[in-house]
Every structure is written in C-alpha cells, then in structure tokens.
C-alpha cells in the first residue's frame, strides 16, 4: 500500500525552486523575475531558520545570476524548459530511508508549451538528491492536486479529466492516484481560473491548510473568477471539509487588457515562513493576513510576484519540496 505524501507544513529537508533562465520565454520580465524568485528563495530560507534552498537553472549564465542575488543558497545547473518545477518534479513521499520520489508523464500542459528537458527535469532532480524514482504511466503536473497528508486529495475536473492529458474517466483517475500516490479520497470541484493555461490548476483556487480543512477565495469587486469561486465552495459544502476564505486580488489585468490568473492562494508553506504572492492590490495586506491567522507558528510573508506571473505562475507553481 503506497503511503500519501506529506502535507506541504511538514517539515522540509529541500526545495527545489526554479531560477529564470531564457530571455526568450522572459523577455523584458527576465531580470525582475530573478529578483521576485531570489526574494521568495530568501523568504523561504529565513536565514537558515527554513528550509535548504536549492535553485535550479538551466545553464552557467544564469547560474551567475542566481549566485549574485541569492549567495545562501545552493545552485544546480540542470538544463530545462521553464520554471515550473511544482509540475515538473518528481513528488517526494515518505519520511527518512523510504522516501522515494514519483515522477509522471509531461506533455507541456496539453501542448501548449514543449520545451526541452521539461519531461526529465523531475528524475534529475531526484538523481541528484539520491532518491529512487519511478515514473507512472499517465500525465498528472504536480499543481493540479493538493492534498493534506491524511489521504484526501483535491483536484479540478478542467484538468485532470481534460482528454489533452489522458483518456481517462473520473473513477480511472481516481484509481491511479490512490495507486500512484496513495489517495483514497478525491474531492472534485469543477473549473480553475480564467485564462489559466495549465488548464485549472487547483493551487490556484483551492489548498489545504490543516488536515480536512481547505482554504478557497473569497470573491471581490468585479471579479473575473467569481463564478468559479462560488462553484467551488458550493461543491466543498457538499463534503466534510472545513472551509475558510482568503480574499481575492480581483480583477488583474496585463498590458494589453487580458484577464491574468492571478491568485494569493498560490501560497507556499515552508517551515519558517509561508510566502504569499502580492500583485498591488486592495486585498495585498488582507490576504497575509489570513494566512498569518492559519499558520501561527510560520510568519506569513507578502512578496511581489508580478514578473513572474507573466509566465503564467506563481511561487507555489515554481517551487517543488523533499520532506525530512
């Protein structure tokens, strides 16, 4: 019987956070990005009251980058695509001698993006750090599910029965989570953000923040998302979860007037401190807030994320930890 994964809060030996490294996909974000990622890499670390750190870049260049702004932590040179080792890495289970590392299959998020390096970034990250690995036969990216430690896992059926991963019907998918990871409970709720190109990852609309209790936002003025926040909790009420409410930063909009999926529950949890993404909105101080009250013995830590959301994630989604 494979034993679930450990909840986020327990505590972390690694992470594994992605470090930009093509001006290509950055542009002219590149540079803020770096800075946005050191920030959240240093926030994490909490001058060593945290986890390792351990950012992964994709060549020498920006390995220099990575040692000028973030010389606490440790730099692996490992070719890749983009950034977003949540969805790319291996997840880690177990505690001590049984941990082990379970990678999936990857096609670019349906697609869209099939960059070099991006399906095997996850086993040579779990090589490096001596873990044995083993590669299921379907396509699961690791932001598409959270879970709390205990068995219960959430998802969205946007991505997980999207036919631009796998051919696989709801009980099917449930069957090689429990199979795969260990989860024998699915909650299901139904659509992800607006113009979320990894098809409704759940990190961005649901998390769990305690065994059996799960955070979700809270509509604001003139939300883009507010259907399918309302969705979502409508579905929670029908379970036995604890719900609680995070504000949401609205309606955020680029350059261009497009809707981008911007969201504070792209949160990450380290064993110092919970990093919370912060756009220069109204709800900005109100949503650190909330995650202070939720985790009391973890200072929450509102940091700008908004060069890195022009690559369509956030802190969570760029982040991937090894439990003790």
């Not at 351990?54 to 932590?73: G, K, N, Y």
């Not at 799960?214 to 509509?219: E, N």
């Amino acid at each position: 019987m494979v034993q679930p994964p450990l909840p986020e809060w327990a505590p972390h030996e690694t992470v594994w956070i992605g470090f930009p490294s093509d001006p290509e996909l950055w542009l002219a974000d590149l540079k803020e990005a770096e800075c946005e990622v050191a920030a959240f890499a240093e926030a994490v670390h909490a001058g060593g009251a945290g986890e390792r750190v351990i950012l992964v870049v994709a060549h020498e260049d920006a390995a220099a980058a990575a040692r000028r702004l973030a010389p606490f932590a440790d730099i692996l040179v490992e070719p890749f695509g983009d950034i977003w080792l949540r969805d790319t890495g291996a997840i880690v289970t177990g505690t001590g001698k049984a941990r082990r590392a379970q990678g999936f299959c990857f096609n670019g998020w349906g697609g869209k993006y099939d960059l070099p390096g991006d399906d095997s970034i996850g086993e040579r990250l779990a090589t490096h750090a001596g873990l044995p690995y083993a590669k299921a036969d379907w396509i699961l990216e690791g932001g598409a599910i959270d879970h709390d430690g205990s068995g219960t896992a959430i998802t969205t059926e946007q991505c997980l029965l999207n036919p631009n991963r796998n051919a696989l019907g709801r009980d099917e998918v449930e069957a090689r989570l429990l199979r795969d990871l260990g989860f024998d409970q699915v909650i299901w709720l139904g659509e992800g953000l607006v113009n979320d190109h990894t098809d409704g990852h759940v990190d961005n609309l649901a998390r769990f923040v305690a065994p059996g209790r799960v955070a979700i936002p809270t509509p604001a003025r003139d939300d883009p998302n507010e259907a399918v926040y309302r969705d979502a909790a409508k579905r929670l009420r029908g379970t036995r979860l604890d719900i609680v409410n995070l504000p949401s930063p609205g309606r955020i909009q680029s350059e261009d007037g497009d809707i981008i999926p911007a969201s504070y529950m792209n949160f990450y949890i380290g064993n110092a401190a919970v990093v919370v993404p912060q756009y220069g909105a109204p709800n900005d101080r109100a949503a650190v807030d909330v995650v202070q009250a939720l985790f009391p013995d973890r200072r929450a830590v509102g940091l700008r994320a908004d060069h890195i959301l022009t690559g369509g994630g956030s802190f969570h989604c760029i982040s991937q930890q090894v439990p003790v």
